[in-house]
């Protein structure tokens, strides 16, 4: 028995015998059909682990996005007025966010190109001077925040004192105009100091033709009326060397100057005195960009900032207005030498305190 079933399997293998039975035939035939086509496939397709994170991150993006969504409904209908603050600090935390990527981005081309700062273009110039400031106020926060529980006591602080704790990121479309003009209120409280000092020191200086010359435009800034560029580029000597120069100003007027630029007078006379050189140098040195840019270039919003950084309250001044008085600064700015900042300092009284619209 054993014989014979060893011979039938070998004839069935290898054909020496007659034909296989129907159950070998099928099972030859499978593994032809095998052997041709492949392996079996499954019939479900299963999705690779990269797909499936996807899709889960997906999912959870659009569901973090309805209950977003609700939750904005719910505070906008139960506390209106709690949702307008919590929407414009969202909004300022993510422009503030945007602001420290592009400065990052400057700051790297800087590095990797060896750029200095008054290489740049006139908007990363102004990009990284304005972002700076705001670090500043925000670093201030972040030491306030620093002692347990204090944060509770920050937040109140905020809330109670936008104006001086918060950028203008954080601030509403009516607190910005608000706040501008509080800020210019108090700069212009030292505008009658300023003049009052230049006109101490007309005995002072030796030539009798600057001696006139400062005359004339003292009393034509008392009677009221806006100076010519070529009147005050006439005293440009005064203010290189005595009695006006940046080195021999004196402590008081160095204190008038600082409010006059919005800059804290609370410092000792030679941090004083290097505050008011180093922001003097980089207005000079955005003037000099931005009259390669071209005043046309400027959108409404950058004009009005450009003038208010230069002491001109614009916010309530036309846009065609804000244009020709940037252009007379400039115009005065990049014909001034290093040496000759004192004078451009003394321009955010000497240009704005009699200009059109700015006397209430």
């Known amino acids: 028995?054993?014989?014979?079933?060893?011979?039938w399997a070998?004839?069935?293998?290898?054909?020496?015998?007659?034909?296989?039975?129907?159950?070998?035939?099928?099972?030859?035939?499978?593994?032809?059909?095998?052997?041709?086509?492949?392996?079996?496939?499954?019939?479900?397709?299963?999705?690779?682990?990269?797909?499936?994170?996807?899709?889960?991150?997906?999912?959870?993006?659009?569901?973090?996005?309805?209950?977003?969504?609700?939750?904005?409904?719910?505070?906008?209908?139960?506390?209106?007025?709690?949702?307008?603050?919590?929407?414009?600090?969202?909004?300022?935390?993510?422009?503030l966010w945007a602001d420290a990527k592009k400065a990052r981005r400057i700051k790297t081309n800087m590095w990797k190109h060896n750029i200095k700062f008054h290489q740049l273009s006139y908007r990363e110039m102004e990009h990284l001077r304005q972002f700076r400031r705001d670090v500043t106020k925000c670093l201030f926060l972040g030491i306030l925040s620093i002692p347990p529980f204090a944060n509770y006591l920050v937040f109140l602080l905020m809330y109670l004192f936008p104006r001086q704790l918060l950028i203008q990121h954080f601030w509403t479309p009516k607190q910005q105009i608000d706040f501008l003009d509080i800020y210019h209120a108090l700069r212009k409280q030292s505008h009658p100091e300023i003049l009052c000092y230049l006109e101490k020191v007309i005995p002072l200086i030796s030539d009798s033709g600057l001696r006139w010359h400062m005359t004339e435009l003292c009393t034509k800034m008392q009677r009221g009326t806006h100076p010519a560029i070529h009147d005050i580029l006439a005293l440009r000597e005064c203010f290189s060397n005595h009695p006006l120069g940046m080195n021999?100003?004196?402590?008081?007027?160095?204190?008038?100057?600082?409010?006059?630029?919005?800059?804290?007078?609370?410092?000792?006379?030679?941090?004083?005195?290097?505050?008011?050189?180093?922001?003097?140098?980089?207005?000079?040195?955005?003037?000099?960009?931005?009259?390669?840019?071209?005043?046309?270039?400027?959108?409404?919003?950058?004009?009005?900032?450009?003038?208010?950084?230069?002491g001109l309250n614009s916010t309530h001044i036309a846009e065609e207005r804000c244009r020709t008085w940037l252009g007379e600064w400039l115009q005065l700015s990049c014909s001034l030498k290093e040496a000759e900042l004192s004078l451009l300092l003394h321009n955010v009284v000497l240009l704005s305190i009699n200009y059109i619209g700015t006397r209430r």
């Not at 804290?264 to 004083?272: A, G, H, K, R, W």
């Open 248 to 310: 021999q100003l004196h402590a008081l007027q160095m204190k008038a100057l600082s409010r006059a630029m919005l800059l804290t007078p609370y410092l000792p006379p030679v941090l004083l005195r290097y505050r008011l050189k180093t922001h003097t140098t980089v207005i000079h040195q955005l003037d000099k960009a931005l009259a390669k840019l071209g005043i046309g270039q400027l959108t409404a919003q950058e004009v009005k900032s450009a003038c208010y950084l230069r």
């Open 1 to 7: 028995m054993a014989v014979s079933r060893v011979c």
């Open 10 to 95: 070998r004839a069935a293998l290898w054909g020496s015998a007659g034909p296989p039975g129907p159950y070998v035939a099928r099972r030859l035939q499978f593994v032809r059909s095998g052997m041709a086509w492949g392996a079996p496939r499954s019939s479900k397709l299963h999705l690779s682990p990269k797909a499936d994170v996807k899709s889960l991150i997906s999912y959870v993006v659009t569901k973090t996005k309805v209950i977003n969504g609700k939750y904005h409904r719910f505070l906008g209908r139960h506390f209106p007025r709690f949702y307008v603050l919590y929407t414009i600090f969202m909004k300022g935390l993510q422009m």
